[in-house]
């Protein structure tokens, strides 16, 4: 679990700040939910066999004996707030979106945390491939908006509670001459989620599953078609996309379209963003039978894809460097005055020599220095520093205020 410090938070700001700004284009209002939820809520969702409900879940009895657990995701916990406040009464089509931490008790490493944060976007009430096309647009969207274009979308379809028991018999039947293969976790998997074993990242489990049945080969009508359609609207969309039929995601909820924008810039943590259609979701949680599709992405993997390119904190517009306690009395109050204008004010506070406020104002990279000394009070006409072009001026007291947000709007 990670602190996230001044120099870093902008970046993270940035961040949130994009995802505000395009998910609203796309008309998805926020939500907020608590960090803490039944267990039971992800154990039906997520689904009992899979790693996380398995060995990732901060999971606690609270003082009345309730098992409580730090939400590992976002979606279940969406999801239940959207059937406990009957929103699909108000409105048949909701989209939502979240920004938050979730918690795994997963094996820490680059791109991999026990803390970790995601800005994640579900869309409720439409089964049509359209809006599996806008829900991916949204997030290519964002990559572009953000400035992180050394991603791939992948997408897959894992069919339909019609279609997929029928993949998984095909996949257990092969991998049953293979079992002594699979590593102790894959040979466990064979018998309770088999689907996982494809996703396993020992090499030998690869290895022994490279010609593995193919869940596209079986899917059932309606899906393919599903399927066929969402590409066809991604091409007319000028989304690039490549289909990875080996894809099958670590939630169990997923029903037909799934998808992760990966990375080769982060070792084996490759996907920086991940989703899928989950249909069943919301009536298996005892909501009504309504479709749904979103992702999360992954804010820890956005910062470092980030890297370099991060963002700088603003620079403040104006430093107020006072010599003198007269002096030092009006630069707190015209800080306070420029405050309120709406610029970034800054001051010494303590009463140190002008060189050392200078060093102070060049520290914090200000664009302006204000320089107040007794003189400048007697005669009402303050100095006024560039700190880019280090030109010095004399500025009257009586229009500082008004000179100084003229200056800085246009800076
Ligand atoms: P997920 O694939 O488990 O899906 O997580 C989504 C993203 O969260 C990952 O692609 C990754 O970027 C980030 N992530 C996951 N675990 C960690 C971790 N331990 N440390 C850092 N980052 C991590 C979900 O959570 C689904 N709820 C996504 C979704 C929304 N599906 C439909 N709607």
């Known amino acids: ?42 154990c039906r969702s997520i689904g009992e066999t899979t790693d996380i409900v398995e060995k990732e879940m901060y999971t606690f009895d609270d003082r009345s004996s309730n098992s409580l657990t730090l939400r590992p995701e976002g979606t279940a916990p969406v999801m ?30 680059k791109g991999r945390y026990r803390q970790f944060h995601q800005i994640g976007a579900e869309a409720i009430g439409v089964d049509d491939p359209m809006m599996d096309a806008q ?45 002594q293969s699979l590593c102790a976790d894959c040979q466990r998997r064979y018998r309770t989620n088999p689907l996982r074993v494809l996703d396993c990242k020992v090499p030998t489990c690869q290895e022994a599953t490279t010609d593995a049945p193919s869940v596209l080969d079986l899917l ?45 810039q982060l070792g084996s943590q490759n996907a920086v963003a991940a989703g899928g259609r989950y249909d069943g979701l919301i009536q298996d949680l005892g909501g009504p039978a309504l479709p749904g599709i979103g992702f999360a992405m992954g804010v820890e993997r956005l910062v470092l894809m980030k890297g370099e390119q991060g ?25 306070h005055r420029l405050q309120h204008l709406g610029l ?15 060093r102070r104002a060049g520290k914090l990279n200000a664009r302006y220095v204000v320089i ?15 700190m880019d072009n280090k030109d010095q001026q004399p500025v009257s007291l009586a229009g500082i205020e008004q000179a100084l947000a003229d200056k800085c709007r246009l800076c």
Not at 372 to 386: I, V
Request: aromatic share 10%; with cysteine.
């Open 372 to 386: 107040l000394g007794e003189e400048e009070l007697a005669s009402g006409e303050a100095q006024l520093r560039d």
């Open 80 to 109: 239940r707030a959207f059937i406990e406040h009957k929103m699909h009464a108000l409105d048949p089509i909701s989209k939502l979106y979240y920004l938050g931490p979730m918690f795994r008790y997963e094996r820490p490493q």
């Open 344 to 358: 970034r004010a800054e001051m010494a506070f303590t009463g140190k020599s002008l060189k050392a406020q200078m």
């Open 220 to 264: 059932c009508s309606d899906c393919d078609v599903h399927f066929k359609q969402v590409q066809q609207h991604l091409q007319k969309l000028g989304i690039s996309y490549t289909i990875n039929a080996r894809m099958v995601r670590g939630l169990d909820y997923y029903t037909k379209t799934t998808f992760e924008m990966v990375t080769s």
């Open 135 to 179: 829900v991916l647009a949204m997030l290519c969207h964002y990559f572009e908006a953000v400035g992180i274009d050394s991603v791939e979308l992948h997408v897959n379809s894992l069919g339909c509670r019609e279609c997929r028991p029928q993949y998984r018999e095909a996949l257990t039947g092969y991998l049953e001459n293979r079992l």
């Open 311 to 335: 963002v700088e904190a603003p620079r403040p517009d104006v430093f107020l460097a006072a010599l003198g306690d007269a002096a030092g009395d009006e630069a707190f109050a015209l800080m």
């Open 1 to 42: 679990m990670n602190d996230i410090l001044p120099g870093e938070v902008e970046t993270w700001q940035f961040l949130e700040r994009e995802a505000h700004r395009i998910f609203q284009l796309y008309g998805f209002a926020e939500i907020r939910v608590p960090v803490v939820e039944k267990t039971e809520l992800f």
